[in-house]
């Protein structure tokens, strides 16, 4: 639960089952909502990687409408990586990963590629996402299994790659 949220200050509070369960509500239900309110809050973008390179003093000088693809109201144009990588994490939040798991992101971040996609989340601060085409898996494994490995502990999150299925919508850990 989100206490407390300005500036460079994020307080986040954890809800006891105890407490949820005198809701009365379904997990799966709050936890779409959670999911829902989250991707609200801090709204996930996605740059080419190449553009991180600049640092993130550069991150608010690239216009809105090249950043936040999953805003209805906003006419997104994705910047094409040479790399063929992509970075992607969410505004003023922290837990940057977490936007892969928002409702819709994993199907609109396919469809704008039209292909599968790997993903890379080795940090909680962001996702790498490629699209499947372009890519050579074994190259991704051993970079994310190589990130994940310079990271303050605190900050890893999985030095695995995940695929995800443009057909069948699932995703998995390879």
Not at 71 to 85: D, E, G, M, V, Y
Not at 94 to 106: D, E
Not at 122 to 150: F, Q, T, W, Y
Request: aromatic share 10%; with cysteine.
């Amino acid at each position: 639960m989100l206490m407390q949220h300005g500036g460079e200050s994020l307080l986040t509070a954890k809800v006891p089952r105890a407490i949820v369960e005198e809701w009365g509500l379904k997990e799966d239900f709050l936890l779409r909502v959670a999911l829902e309110n989250t991707a609200r809050l801090f709204p996930p973008f996605i740059l080419p990687l190449e553009l991180t390179f600049q640092g993130v003093e550069a991150f608010p000088q690239i216009p809105v409408n090249h950043r936040f693809f999953m805003n209805p109201l906003i006419s997104f144009k994705l910047i094409p990586s040479a790399l063929h990588t992509y970075y992607m994490s969410i505004e003023k939040g922290i837990n940057g990963a977490a936007a892969v798991f928002y409702p819709g992101v994993l199907e609109k971040l396919a469809s704008l590629f039209d292909d599968d996609l790997y993903l890379s989340l080795p940090c909680i601060r962001e996702a790498m996402v490629h699209p499947a085409l372009n890519s050579d898996l074994d190259a991704l494994k051993h970079a994310a299994s190589s990130m994940i490995d310079s990271l303050d502990p605190l900050e890893r999150l999985s030095p695995f790659v995940f695929h995800y299925s443009r057909s069948d919508k699932e995703f998995r850990m390879l």
